[in-house]
């Protein structure tokens, strides 16, 4: 297996950007660099020796190029790091309408419209990159998890020990729940949001996120696609009478 000196890891935002940080950063022991610190650089990338782990929301790499989700600036930061072939993109996904009901309980108002462009993005700009798509929700078995993790080592060139694997595929342990960053208790109706999406009760979300989910409807002709290709089967938002 060849082994990758440099993984970049342009997230959309609430979609499991620190589980895959714990992963890389505990299991295989890249040194982790946010986006302030790329930034920082001054684009002399030669201070990250490998390997490295690079990340950052994808709309905050698109301020790095034009200041739109065109990816210019993520495409500045890989044609640099891939030269000799030794750089992965991994692309953390969840579902979109998880993410914006975690984004509607800590930042309402603020993160909607940022992450479903940033799912847009995904799904049109960033297949050109060969990326390895790590859906952290698809699967709750252990052995689908280790096979996830099977793909995951064979694609960085790399191997995880084989506890640490196990354990991980068993547990699966959320980093940096929304819960734990929020100002509400958990008497705040907001976390009702929650379990409405459990429970797949449509009426309820439509009730108290009509911008988010009109916005989803929107992109819908874009976005079902996408995640049905990575083998979602059945979600909230999808289009009745589709897989």
């Known amino acids: ?3 990758k000196d440099y993984i970049l890891l342009p997230t959309a935002h609430y979609t499991g950007m620190w589980f895959m940080v714990e992963i890389l950063a505990y299991g295989f022991d890249y040194v982790v660099k946010g986006f302030r610190e790329i930034r920082e650089s001054q684009e002399d990338y030669t201070l990250f020796a490998p390997p490295h782990l690079l990340l950052g ?3 905050a790499f698109a301020q790095m190029g034009s200041g739109k989700i065109n990816h210019a600036g993520f495409k500045m930061l890989h044609d640099y790091f891939n030269k000799d072939s030794k750089c992965l993109t991994i692309i953390t996904i969840r579902d979109v ?4 009901v975690s984004a509607r309980r800590c930042a309402p108002g603020r ?3 940022w992450i479903v462009s940033e799912f847009v993005s995904i799904a049109q700009d960033f297949s050109v990159y060969d990326p390895l798509y790590f859906p952290v929700d ?6 689908d998890r280790e096979q ?3 793909t995951f080592e064979a694609r960085i060139g790399r191997e995880l020990d084989v506890l640490y694997k196990e354990e991980l595929a068993k547990c699966w342990p959320a980093q940096n729940r929304s819960t734990d960053f929020c100002l509400h208790t958990y008497n705040d109706p907001r976390i009702e949001l929650k379990h409405a999406h459990k429970k797949e009760d449509v009426y309820y979300i439509k009730k108290e996120m009509p911008a988010e989910w009109a916005l989803l409807m929107e992109k819908r002709a874009v976005l079902q696609p996408f995640f049905e290709r990575l083998g979602y089967k059945r979600l909230l938002w999808f289009q009745q009478g589709t897989a």
């Not at 698809?138 to 052995?143: D, G, I, K, M, S």
Request: proline share 5%; hydrophobic share 40%.
């Open 138 to 143: 698809l699967y709750t078995e252990p052995a």
């Open 1 to 3: 297996m060849e082994k």
């Open 111 to 113: 993160l909607s419209d």
């Open 57 to 59: 929301h994808i709309t």
């Open 148 to 150: 996830l993790l099977s």
């Open 97 to 100: 309408l998880s993410s914006l």
